[in-house]
């Protein structure tokens, strides 16, 4: 099964809001990534989990706070959010860290008004 | 540091024809390419990825070539149906030490194939 799942599908938040998203997957891989993807623009890396450690954390806001509280779990907390931020959020895993093949979830649709 | 291109951006083809889309990337040390499809609003589903060490990867209609020497992928697709129309990426990971398999993406290329 080459499944990452994603909830919710679809997201909307006022700015004030606090939210979470989530991603598992069960495939028993230890490297984890939350990407954005902005419309007709190519997914960009934001945080980079390895062994549930954090690894890489690309520049992103602190307004963005990335959890991954065991090896098939990863939460992306959402809190003050300006609207800019809203764009598709990818949640992909491969087996270890490294260059090898990722699988990506369904994404959650993020709307900030 | 790596570079990844796709031209065209957008491709419309009739049904049943062969279609070749093209990635470019700039360091040919490159450790392998992954092809993704993108339906709109949907995540990325992995098409094939071909390693620096293989020439070739197919699956059903699709076969992926990779020549690291000129910096270039592509992807055929053969007898193209509507149900191809996706946008397909292409990705390369990042190549440095340590590296902890960021993937650097092409902007996509919009595949249209009318019935």
């Known amino acids: 099964d080459t499944e990452v799942t994603q909830t919710p599908k679809h997201l909307v938040m006022g700015m004030t809001n606090k939210k979470s998203l989530k991603c598992e997957q069960h495939m028993g891989h230890r490297a984890m990534y939350w990407y954005k993807q902005k419309a007709k623009k190519p997914p960009e890396l934001m945080f980079v989990?390895?062994?549930?450690?954090?690894?890489i954390n690309e520049s992103v806001p602190s307004r963005f706070s990335p959890e991954c509280p065991n090896s098939s779990l990863l939460n992306l907390h959402l809190h003050a959010l300006q609207p800019e931020d809203s764009a598709l959020y990818l949640c992909?895993?491969?087996?270890?860290?490294?260059?090898?093949?990722?699988?990506f979830g369904p994404g959650t649709r993020l709307t900030v008004t | 540091k790596q570079e990844v291109t796709q031209i065209p951006a957008a491709l419309s083809v009739p049904e049943g024809e062969n279609l070749v889309l093209n990635c470019s990337f700039t360091?040919?040390?490159?450790?392998?390419l992954q092809w993704f499809r993108q339906d709109p609003g949907k995540g990325l589903t992995s098409l094939l990825l071909?390693?620096?060490?293989?020439r070739e990867q197919t699956s059903g209609r699709l076969n992926a070539s990779l020549d690291k020497s000129s910096g270039r992928s592509t992807l055929y697709i053969a007898a193209s149906q509507p149900g191809d129309s996706a946008t397909y990426l292409c990705a390369a990971p990042i190549n440095y030490g340590g590296s902890q398999g960021n993937l650097i993406f092409g902007k996509g290329t919009k595949l249209s194939v009318k019935p």
């Open positions: 992909a895993s491969s087996q270890v860290p490294g260059p090898y093949e990722q699988y």
């Open positions: 071909i390693q620096s060490s293989q």
């Open positions: 360091d040919s040390a490159i450790y392998n």
């Open positions: 989990y390895s062994y549930e450690k954090l690894s």
